[in-house]
C-alpha cells in the first residue's frame, strides 16, 4: 500500500527557487498578455436586441419620432418621411426650382446702413407663400425667393 503524504507536511515545504521564478514569470507573461489583448468592449456592446428595429430606436421609446413624422428616426424629418412639409407638391411646371428653394437652409444677412436680417430656411419659406402650387402667384412667390437667395448669397 502506497502512502501519500500530509497535506501539512507539503505546505510546510520550503518552495525551491526554481518554482518561484517558473511561477513568477508565468504571472508576468499571462497578465502582459491579458493587457495586450484586452478588449474595448463594454458590457453594452454584448446586450442582445430582439430585433434590428430594437437596436435601432433605443432613445425614442417616448414616441418622440411617430410626433414629428421622423419615420427613420435619425433625428431631422426629411422630405421623404411622413411629417415634412411638402410645400412643391401640386407644382408641376415649376418643381425642380422648388425644391431647390425647400433645401436651402436659413441665413443671415446685413444692409448698407447695417441692420440685420435673418431669413428662414427654404421649407418655412415655402410654407409661407398664401398662394396654391401650380398657379401664377404661386411661381411668382418663389422666383422671389430664389431670386433674394441668389442676391445674398452669390459672390
Not at 2 to 15: E, K, M, V, W, Y
Not at 92 to 108: H, I, K, L, N
Amino acid at each position: 500500500m502506497q502512502r501519500f503524504p500530509r497535506l501539512g507536511r507539503i505546505l510546510a515545504r520550503r518552495p525551491r527557487p526554481e518554482s518561484l521564478l517558473a511561477a513568477g514569470a508565468a504571472v508576468i507573461i499571462l497578465g502582459g498578455l491579458g493587457t495586450l489583448t484586452a478588449s474595448d468592449a463594454t458590457p453594452a456592446d454584448f446586450a442582445p436586441h430582439t430585433d434590428t428595429v430594437t437596436a435601432y430606436n433605443d432613445g425614442w421609446a417616448d414616441g418622440r419620432a411617430e410626433l414629428i413624422g421622423d419615420d427613420n428616426r435619425d433625428g431631422r424629418v426629411d422630405e421623404d418621411e411622413t411629417g415634412a412639409v411638402q410645400p412643391c407638391r401640386g407644382e408641376v411646371e415649376f418643381a425642380d426650382v422648388c425644391a431647390t428653394v425647400a433645401e436651402r437652409p436659413a441665413y443671415a444677412w446685413t444692409d448698407d446702413d447695417g441692420t440685420p436680417h435673418t431669413v428662414a430656411a427654404g421649407r418655412k419659406l415655402l410654407s409661407r407663400i398664401d398662394a396654391v402650387p401650380g398657379t401664377e402667384g404661386f411661381a411668382a412667390a418663389l422666383f422671389a425667393l430664389d431670386a433674394q437667395w441668389f442676391e445674398h448669397n452669390q459672390p
